[in-house]
């Protein structure tokens, strides 16, 4: 006896089918087509001008009666419509629905670079990948790395260049700022600025400098002072704009600045 199932139980199924396939049906839609893709053209009720054609490095194809037609860096749906045009201007067919399917897409890379965990270059697999996107599949900005990514590429044939605080992307909800990345764009992560404390603190060394840092935040992250510190011998040793090195007595609570060096003094009595 067959077994019936309950038509609840399939609708869910067959919802996420629905839903699976129009997903990928609009990422084809919406990827842009390069070099070295291969891609099947066809053209309703004309089985002979099916064509199977790699886009070349310049981003033509060549199809029949129209010649070299260049369709690099196109949308899918604008690629066909471009060889549509081009058979219609030549009165070859009326009204020709063209249609364009790939069959090998050799993704455009994205080099990551700098201070992340895992630099390298990385496939663009789909539309409209954001910036945080990137930096995440190569693992994360390493904890040596700034909190600014510097994102380099070229957009509408311009070179680019935009620098991004990635931590503001969600401490301060500026994800417009969360830029969409395209391929050839190179990411690089720049290294966190640092400072120097040495002297008579307990951890001397040197530490990245945390966002609105102070020289107070500083001596707390050295570990204090030993018995034989004290305040008063405190000396910040700045490079200024003229790079004159400066000896300067801080407040504990003024800033620290990239490269900052302290020194503790010991106490007298």
Same mark, same amino acid.
């Given at each position: 006896?067959r077994?019936?199932?309950?038509?609840?139980?399939?609708?869910p199924?067959?919802?996420?089918?629905?839903?699976?396939?129009?997903?990928?049906?609009?990422?084809?839609?919406?990827y842009?087509?390069?070099?070295?893709?291969?891609?099947?053209?066809?053209?309703?009720?004309?089985?002979?001008?099916?064509?199977?054609?790699?886009?070349?490095?310049?981003?033509?194809?060549?199809?029949?009666?129209?010649?070299i037609?260049?369709?690099?860096?196109?949308t899918?749906?604008?690629?066909?419509?471009?060889?549509?045009?081009?058979?219609?201007?030549g009165?070859?067919? =009326?009204?020709?629905?063209?249609?364009?399917l790939? $069959?090998?897409?050799?993704?455009?890379?994205?080099?990551?670079?700098?201070?992340?965990?895992?630099?390298?270059r990385?496939? $663009?697999?789909?539309?409209?990948?954001?910036?945080?996107?990137?930096?995440?599949?190569?693992?994360?900005?390493?904890p040596?790395?700034?909190?600014v990514?510097?994102?380099?590429? +070229?957009?509408?044939?311009?070179?680019?260049? =935009?620098?991004?605080?990635?931590?503001?992307?969600?401490?301060?909800?500026?994800?417009?700022?969360?830029?969409?990345?395209?391929?050839?764009?190179v990411?690089?992560?720049?290294?966190?600025?640092?400072?120097?404390?040495?002297?008579?603190?307990?951890?001397?060394?040197?530490?990245?400098?945390?966002r609105?840092?102070t020289?107070?935040?500083?001596?707390?992250?050295?570990?204090?002072?030993?018995?034989?510190?004290? +305040?008063?011998?405190?000396?910040?040793?700045?490079?200024g704009?003229d790079s004159?090195? =400066?000896?300067?007595?801080?407040?504990?609570?003024?800033?620290?600045?990239?490269?900052?060096?302290?020194?503790?003094?010991?106490? $007298?009595?």
């Open positions: 006896m077994k019936v199932i309950p038509y609840r139980r399939i609708l199924a067959l919802l996420l089918a629905l839903a699976l396939g129009a997903g990928a049906q609009q990422r084809q839609s919406e842009r087509l390069g070099a070295g893709d291969m891609i099947r053209v066809s053209v309703f009720q004309n089985p002979d001008l099916t064509v199977e054609t790699r886009v070349s490095e310049n981003g033509t194809i060549t199809y029949p009666m129209i010649g037609v260049r369709i690099g860096g196109m899918v749906s604008a690629a066909a419509e471009a060889v549509a045009k081009a058979l219609a201007a009165n070859f067919i =009326r009204q020709p629905q063209v249609s364009i790939p $069959l090998n897409i050799r993704y455009p890379q994205v080099s990551v670079l700098g201070q992340v965990n895992r630099p390298g990385y496939p $663009l697999e789909t539309f409209n990948t954001r910036l945080s996107e990137m930096i995440a599949t190569a693992g994360g900005i390493a040596t790395g700034a909190d990514a510097i994102v380099t590429g +070229e957009r509408d044939g311009k070179a680019i260049r =935009r620098e991004v605080d990635v931590a503001s992307l969600f401490l301060d909800n500026a994800s417009q700022n969360d830029i969409a990345i395209a391929g050839g764009d990411i690089y992560v720049s290294r966190q600025p640092m400072y120097y404390i040495y002297g008579e603190v307990q951890k001397p060394g040197s530490y990245r400098i945390e609105s840092m020289i107070r935040q500083a001596l707390a992250q050295g570990g204090g002072l030993t018995p034989r510190g004290t +305040e008063r011998g405190l000396r910040l040793h700045r490079r704009a004159q090195l =400066r000896i300067l007595t801080p407040r504990l609570d003024d800033p620290l600045q990239a490269d900052d060096v302290l020194h503790v003094g010991e106490s $007298l009595f």
